[in-house]
């Protein structure tokens, strides 16, 4: 992983020459040799700065990395959530997840781990360096450090969630240094670093919402209120303090929204959510960048298999469709499960323009884009850039309305957060006063499962609760021993964690043991 850094830093200083531009013959003629570069001769003026933070973003794409046939990297978080299922069944590392046989040679969790290790890696560099770069500006030198720092915690907080121990890198890293060869640090010292690093990043000027694409405070406090929900519970169990941490953290974005509708609200209809002209707007807080021209969109294993929905005719892998009893727990009425209006489909266009035909099954419609893919007598772009959403608007009224539950039970501000999202979706919400603190908790809990579906929450909502929901009665029930009707099989204790890579324990002897049950 060393090697590719300093190589990623060579290939950044290079593209910045290109990108920047050379102020004459002169000058270039006495630059140094871009092979000669170094992360110390590299880091000295504020368009390396620039262009360092941009490879840090750049790296979280890893979960659209292929993942071996049919399958992409992102697909860890939905297999294991017995949400989805498979139409192919081509791909044994997928097979195995969906089965919750999977193990430390996995491909998608062994990626998963370099890929989050990458991208804390390239934050790592810009912390150490960006500060020695003058002159400067001292507020885009604040916001460069800000933006980093989020990278950073939002990796680790992935990590932490997913292997519990892990190692804890905060500093560029040669085969000379000290840690070169990290032990596994404690859970509560992963989230130390990580609350630091939020605090710091809310600290450091950034724009609210940044229409760009990078991180803006209202992402900031939405993560901050997501980590201190799951401090709350999960392993660490730090109960009542922390809920309150993270209503008090959401409602900070819940009262911007309401002075500032325009900047930070919920879409008006479900299609917003996946329309290429309002990325990294409204209810867009948080999204990874795509665009064809270097990347695009890769959620396309959400595809039916062998069915002309999109411009390229019968095609698409369907390793990730819903499965019929998650679609079949949604309320009677649900707007969310309304045909091409919410979160699913059931029938299309004929190579996405043409006659209408039935799919014979629902479908994930969430990241559908139907600018690149075709609409009723519309032909498609052929050009899939939507971004990847991370954190909506959507996400912090619950968390708002789940935290503040538990700190006293349902008030008139949670529940208005609850019926926001209830309302979107054109259900009838019973009053106030008919929820008691346990009903009103399984309410959102049920909430989190329909709106936030298919964007890589659930498995972790389901770890930190260590509960599940049963599609079957539309209740909660304890994580382990519960069915995932995906593939009948029984979640276990061991499931709570990932195994880590086998190849990175053969490597790192320091990172043993193995988590348990691996």
């Given at each position: 992983m060393k090697t590719k850094l300093i190589s990623k830093i060579y290939h950044?200083?290079?593209?910045?020459?290109?990108?920047?531009?050379?102020?004459?013959?002169?000058?270039?003629?006495t630059e140094k040799a871009p092979s000669n570069l170094t992360p110390e001769s590299f880091y000295t003026i504020p368009d390396h700065a620039e262009a360092a933070i941009a490879a840090t973003y750049s790296e979280?794409?890893?979960?659209?990395?292929?993942?071996?046939?049919?399958?992409?990297?992102?697909?860890?978080?939905?297999?294991?959530?017995?949400?989805?299922?498979?139409?192919?069944?081509?791909?044994?590392?997928?097979?195995n997840l969906y089965g919750l046989v999977h193990d430390g040679y996995t491909v998608h969790l062994v990626q998963y781990w370099s890929g989050l290790y990458k991208v804390i890696a390239q934050a790592n560099q810009v912390i150490e360096k960006v500060p020695g770069i003058t002159p400067m500006d001292a507020k885009q030198k604040s916001k460069i450090l800000g933006e980093a720092r989020f990278l950073r915690a939002s990796a680790y907080f992935t990590a932490v969630r997913l292997w519990g121990d892990v190692p804890l890198i905060t500093k560029p890293q040669t085969a000379s240094s000290e840690d070169f060869l990290p032990a596994r640090a404690p859970v509560e010292?992963?989230?130390?670093?990580?609350?630091?690093?939020?605090?710091?990043?809310?600290a450091a000027?950034?724009?609210?919402?940044?229409?760009?694409?990078?991180?803006?405070?209202?992402?900031?406090?939405?993560?901050?209120?997501?980590?201190?929900?799951?401090?709350?519970?999960?392993?660490?169990?730090?109960?009542?303090?922390?809920?309150?941490?993270?209503?008090?953290?959401?409602?900070?974005?819940?009262?911007?929204?309401?002075?500032?509708?325009?900047?930070v609200g919920l879409f008006t209809t479900y299609m917003d959510v996946h329309k290429e002209s309002l990325k990294n707007r409204l209810e867009h807080l948080y999204m990874i960048q795509y665009n064809t021209t270097v990347s695009g969109n890769p959620m396309g294993n959400f595809f039916p298999n062998f069915k002309p929905v999109t411009y390229s005719g019968p095609g698409g892998t369907g390793s990730s469709v819903p499965t019929p009893s998650f679609y079949n727990s949604y309320e009677t009425g649900d707007l969310r499960t309304k045909n091409q209006e919410g979160y699913f489909y059931t029938s299309y266009y004929t190579n996405g323009n043409g006659a209408p035909f039935e799919l014979n099954a629902p479908y994930v419609f969430k990241h559908f884009n139907t600018t690149a893919n075709g609409y009723s007598g519309v032909a498609g772009t052929r050009?899939?850039?939507?971004?990847?959403?991370?954190?909506?608007?959507?996400?912090v009224l619950l968390t708002y309305a789940e935290a503040q539950n538990?700190?006293?039970?349902?008030?008139?501000?949670?529940?208005?957060?609850?019926k926001a999202i209830r309302d979107r979706a054109k259900l009838t919400t019973p009053d106030l006063g008919t929820y008691s603190q346990a009903s009103f908790r399984n309410a959102v809990w049920k909430e989190r499962w329909h709106e936030l579906c298919y964007e890589q929450i659930t498995w972790f909502d389901m770890v930190r609760l260590r509960k599940a929901f049963n599609e079957t009665t539309r209740t909660f029930e304890d994580f382990v021993g519960h069915t995932n009707l995906s593939s009948n099989q029984k979640l276990q204790d061991k499931h709570l964690l990932l195994p880590l890579p086998k190849a990175e324990m053969l490597n790192n002897p320091k990172l043993t043991p193995q988590n348990p049950g691996y």
């Open positions: 950044i200083a290079l593209a910045s020459i290109f990108v920047f531009g050379l102020s004459s013959c002169s000058d270039f003629l979280l794409r890893f979960i659209g990395n292929g993942a071996g046939i049919f399958s992409a990297n992102w697909q860890l978080l939905e297999a294991l959530t017995g949400t989805s299922t498979t139409e192919t069944a081509q791909n044994s590392d997928l097979n010292s992963v989230y130390k670093l990580i609350v630091e690093d939020l605090i710091a990043a809310e000027g950034l724009d609210w919402m940044d229409t760009r694409g990078r991180v803006g405070t209202a992402a900031v406090k939405a993560q901050l209120a997501e980590v201190y929900l799951t401090m709350a519970g999960g392993s660490l169990k730090k109960g009542a303090s922390h809920y309150k941490l993270a209503a008090d953290k959401a409602f900070e974005v819940i009262s911007y929204a309401k002075s500032n509708p325009s900047s050009n899939d850039n939507l971004n990847v959403p991370q954190i909506r608007y959507a996400q538990e700190v006293g039970g349902p008030t008139a501000d949670s529940y208005a957060a609850f």
